[in-house]
């Protein structure tokens, strides 16, 4: 079994910058792949950056430039950097964790990042 704890969401200003993390617990494997997932309302649930265990990363084109994921393997914990926040940029946001020779993706259960005007 995989538990997921996310910490950091919160109310920030445009402008300012917040950072997310998750632990992962349990059956964690060689390769992985972590990430963060967003949901706003209205909308389907996007990705927002991934990073594997051998330090590839992936943004969605909207956060590329003002976003930053990272990992720290001994502890299995994954980082969202996030500044220059937008107030586009409020939702749900979600931790996601995938090991590779698995197809099972296991979730956060939400963290809400608020930005205001």
């Known amino acids: 079994q995989v538990q997921l704890a996310e910490s950091g969401g919160g109310l920030v200003q445009a402008g300012g910058s917040l950072r997310l993390s998750c632990k992962v617990s349990?059956?964690?494997?060689?390769?992985?792949?972590m990430g963060w997932y967003r949901q706003a309302p209205g909308k389907q649930r996007e990705l927002v950056a991934t990073?594997?265990?051998?330090?590839?990363?992936n943004y969605a084109d909207s956060v590329k430039d003002r976003f930053s994921i990272s990992r720290d393997n001994a502890i299995n914990t994954v980082y969202l950097q996030m500044n220059s926040l937008k107030p586009e940029d409020t939702a749900v946001y979600y931790c996601?964790?995938?090991?590779?020779?698995?197809?099972?993706?296991?979730w956060g259960q939400g963290t809400q990042v608020t930005v205001s005007s």
């Open positions: 996601n964790f995938r090991n590779t020779a698995w197809s099972l993706p296991y």
């Open positions: 349990g059956s964690v494997l060689r390769g992985n792949t």
């Open positions: 990073v594997t265990s051998g330090g590839s990363t």
